[in-house]
Antibody, heavy 113, light 112 residues
Framework: EVQLVESGGGLVQPGGSLRLSCSASGFTFRQYDMNWVRQAPGKGLEWVSSISSGGSAKNYADSVKGRFTIARDNAKNALYLQVNGLRAEDTAVYYC??????WGQGTLVTVSS | ETVMTQTPLSLSVTPGQPASISCKSSQSLLYSDGKTYLYWYVQKPGQSPQLLMYEVSSRFSGVPDRFSGSGSGTDFTLKISRVEAEDVGIYYCMQGVHLPRTFGQGTKVEIK
């Protein structure tokens, strides 16, 4: 069974940083591209970032470019999102997504003073 | 960026009746490999989104056959042949051709 478990969210002040993690199991992690997608409270879905299976290709939404960094560790079956320079508008549930099919339960990031 | 426009934004359906959601993209979703990368998701209350359809018309594992997808190029449709109570949720289309990946605004399906 494919499982994606996010962690690392929390309450942070504007300008602060967090490292989101996604632990993957139930499939061969190194074979899949991975994504982060977020959902602000009561809003729709917004793609944030993607990383290729080997980690060489990374892409970002313009809204996070230069502030967020995606990474993966295929030996640990783990996906990461380093989020810096957080703004109020980054408040959202952040989902880890395997390619286009399986989603984790999400981790909530709240940016507030 | 590729804009995905869904209509309607909300739908109230009597159980057993059909439902249809339209998704239009501002650019063609036909990729150079001949495939069209249009996906449908449903987010049921309190849950994460789950994949329903991939590449326009292929049902994902475990998706009932009352769900079907159609379309090409820039115009796509998700149909539910007979809506059931468990189908309540918000339905999103997403394009997987152009960066950034983009989603429709979502269509909220309720049961009458």
């Amino acid at each position: 069974e494919v499982q994606l478990v996010e962690s690392g969210g929390g309450l942070v002040q504007p300008g602060g940083s967090l490292r989101l993690s996604c632990s993957a199991s139930g499939f061969t992690f190194r074979q899949y591209d991975m994504n982060w997608v977020r959902q602000a409270p009561g809003k729709g879905l917004e793609w944030v970032s993607s990383i290729s299976s080997g980690g060489s290709a990374k892409n970002y939404a313009d809204s996070v470019k230069g502030r967020f960094t995606i990474a993966r560790d295929n030996a640990k079956n783990a996906l990461y999102l380093q989020v810096n320079g957080l703004r109020a508008e980054d408040t959202a549930v952040y989902y880890c997504v395997r390619n286009v099919d399986y989603w984790g339960q999400g981790t909530l990031v709240t940016v507030s003073s | 960026e590729t804009v995905m426009t869904q209509t309607p934004l909300s739908l109230s359906v009597t159980p057993g009746q059909p439902a249809s959601i339209s998704c239009k993209s501002s650019q063609s979703l036909l990729y150079s490999d001949g495939k069209t990368y249009l996906y449908w998701y449903v987010q049921k209350p309190g849950q994460s989104p789950q994949l329903l359809m991939y590449e326009v018309s292929s049902r994902f594992s475990g998706v009932p056959d009352r769900f079907s997808g159609s379309g090409s190029g820039t115009d796509f449709t998700l149909k539910i042949s007979r809506v059931e109570a468990e189908d309540v949720g918000i339905y999103y289309c997403m394009q997987g051709v152009h960066l950034p990946r983009t989603f429709g605004q979502g269509t909220k399906v309720e049961i009458k």
